[in-house]
């Protein structure tokens, strides 16, 4: 009896050695005990018949660049986290392949495939503050406002507040950092890091998205959280996997990207994310039912362009 359970323990690890192991690089909050990849992976594996492993960075521009610095050599088969607004860089770099993953939802890019989105917006607490600024101009100009956002040379949150700005000030977004720059309390290197400094009490606004009460109600079961509605609008970011190159497992990365479009992976998504699901199909109807927020029309700029905006935000100190 102890050899026969002793054979089928040795063909049952000897199977999961042979298994295929599909590597996905993602953000943090992504990854995290509250975020999506858990419920995610466990879904995957029961179809897939593969080891799938979430690779962890502090946040989406870290999560880049170290698949720059990598290049040919990245483990990564597929990586989690390339919105909109640094698909211009990613895409320059020549690092991922077109996806054939099959979809409802039709992509015009066939390199990056979307599965969540969101507005950038200014939460603050309801109870705290009774005067919530209206617009971005008059965040950046009112000093009496405790304000904390995210490093855009690390943060994919902070680098939309870096287009968001220019887009509205243009020619005199160098003016508008340093305004901003006399009541800006801490510039955190992530989301989760700046957003935990906020609940902690160390602002009056913080950097975040317009679903971010969503969270609030659902897991804290409170209203008080409230996304400011600006009357310049509000950029949309919208995030994306995508598959590399040099990955060996391109048959599995595919049905990954596929299996991100399957009702029960939206609602996963789109809860533990805290982000409007692309298909809505299975989701929950709070999504549906949110207040509508001004959307500010952007194109996406070079990237030599945010090279010269990140240079004039980082003067701007």
Not at 152 to 178: C, D, H, I, M
Not at 238 to 267: D, G, M, R, W, Y
Request: proline share 5%; with cysteine.
């Amino acid at each position: 009896m102890k050899f026969i359970l002793s054979s089928f323990a040795l063909l049952s690890t000897v199977a999961f050695a042979n298994q295929p192991t599909l590597t996905v690089y993602t953000y943090s909050s992504f990854a995290s005990e509250y975020g999506p990849a858990a419920k995610l992976e466990q879904n995957f594996e029961k179809v897939c018949g593969c080891d799938l492993k979430f690779m962890p960075f502090d946040d989406s521009v870290t999560m880049f660049n170290r698949l720059r610095l990598e290049g040919k050599k990245t483990k990564a088969d597929v990586v989690v986290g390339i919105d909109n607004f640094l698909q211009p860089e990613a895409e320059k770099s020549g690092l991922f392949s077109e996806f054939e993953a099959k979809t409802k939802l039709e992509i015009k890019d066939k390199i990056f495939f979307p599965y969540d989105m969101g507005s950038y917006a200014f939460i603050y607490d309801k109870e705290k503050l009774a005067n919530p600024p209206k617009s971005l101009k008059e965040l950046v100009e009112r000093q009496d406002l405790k304000v904390i956002y995210q490093d855009p040379r690390t943060s994919s949150v902070g680098r939309g507040f870096l287009l968001w700005v220019n887009q509205v000030y243009g020619n005199e977004a160098e003016n508008a950092w340093k305004t901003l720059a006399k009541h800006t309390v801490t510039v955190g290197k992530g989301w989760s890091e700046t957003y935990g400094a906020f609940l902690k009490g160390e602002s009056d606004v913080v950097l975040s998205y317009t679903t971010s009460p969503l969270y609030h109600q659902w897991y804290d079961k409170t209203d008080k959280y409230v996304a400011a509605a600006f009357e310049e609008g509000h950029l949309t970011q919208v995030e994306n996997a995508a598959i590399l190159k040099t990955s060996k497992q391109k048959v599995l990365a595919n049905q990954f990207l596929a299996f991100l479009h399957e009702p029960e992976s939206q609602h996963i998504i789109s809860y533990h994310n805290v982000m409007n699901p692309v298909l809505l199909e299975g989701t929950d109807p709070a999504f549906s039912q949110m207040p509508t927020y001004k959307i500010l029309s952007f194109d996406p700029p070079s990237s030599d362009t945010i090279q010269k905006w990140l240079a004039t935000w980082a003067n701007s100190w």
